[in-house]
T-cell receptor, first 109, second 116 residues
Framework: GQNIDQPTEMTATEGAIVQINCTYQTSGFNGLFWYQQHAGEAPTFLSYNVLDGLEEKGRFSSFLSRSKGYSYLLLKELQMKDSASYLCALTGGGNKLTFGTGTQLKVEL | GAVVSQHPSWVICKSGTSVKIECRSLDFQATTMFWYRQFPKQSLMLMATSNEGSKATYEQGVEKDKFLINHASLTLSTLTVTSAHPEDSSFYIC????????????FGPGTRLTVL
């Protein structure tokens, strides 16, 4: 089985940097995804980590340590539109995704 | 690229009726499509995995006779909620992964189902 933990809520200031952590335990691991989901909308793909290390994509970066069962999503230069839920998801065999409960990020002025 | 559509975007129906939701991959062929359900303030829960031309694989606790899934082509999967009840009211989201063997799933915009 799989178990995924994320903080429930986080608050940050516009223009700042925020790090959203995700820890997991799993019997099978192919990769880790981060998705962004605005209220009432479907998730949108942010990043995919298969190997250990940091993947940078614009203002968003994602880090993975498979030995520690740990990942984080780093958001830089926060904007108000970044207020959303951020979902950590694992994929094992067969492309199945298991989602964490998500971290609700609120960006304030 | 990698656009997935769903129809309808929202639907209201009476208890006991059936509702069909369509999921289409618009610019790629989807070997596998997934159906999720999301209740308010909760994360996505996988209901079933559907491969083109095969029977869907349902997750534990999901009734296959209530949630009928058809994946007749590489661009279309349908979910039919049969004899819907108020507790079936939820946000239903499909996703699709391509034929290139990659794991990335691309999500449709979701369908909001309200059963009165």
């Amino acid at each position: 089985g799989q178990n995924i933990d994320q903080p429930t809520e986080m608050t940050a200031t516009e223009g700042a940097i925020v790090q959203i952590n995700c820890t997991y335990q799993t019997s099978g691991f192919n990769g880790l995804f981060w998705y962004q989901q605005h209220a009432g909308e479907a998730p949108t793909f942010l990043s995919y980590n298969v190997l250990d290390g940091l993947e940078e994509k614009g203002r968003f970066s994602s880090f993975l340590s498979r030995s520690k069962g740990y990942s984080y999503l780093l958001l830089k230069e926060l904007q108000m539109k970044d207020s959303a839920s951020y979902l950590c998801a694992l994929t094992g065999g067969g492309n199945k995704l298991t989602f964490g409960t998500g971290t609700q990020l609120k960006v304030e002025l | 690229g990698a656009v997935v559509s769903q129809h309808p975007s929202w639907v209201i129906c009476k208890s006991g009726t059936s509702v069909k939701i369509e999921c289409r991959s618009l610019d790629f062929q989807a070997t596998t499509m997934f159906w999720y359900r999301q209740f308010p303030k909760q994360s996505l829960m996988l209901m079933a995995t559907s491969n083109e031309g095969s029977k869907a694989t349902y997750e534990q606790g999901v009734e296959k006779d209530k949630f009928l899934i058809n994946h007749a082509s590489l661009t279309l999967s349908t979910l039919t909620v049969t004899s819907a009840h108020p507790e079936d009211s939820s946000f239903y989201i499909c996703s699709a992964s391509g034929t290139g063997g990659e794991d990335t799933q691309y999500f449709g915009p979701g369908t909001r189902l309200t059963v009165l």
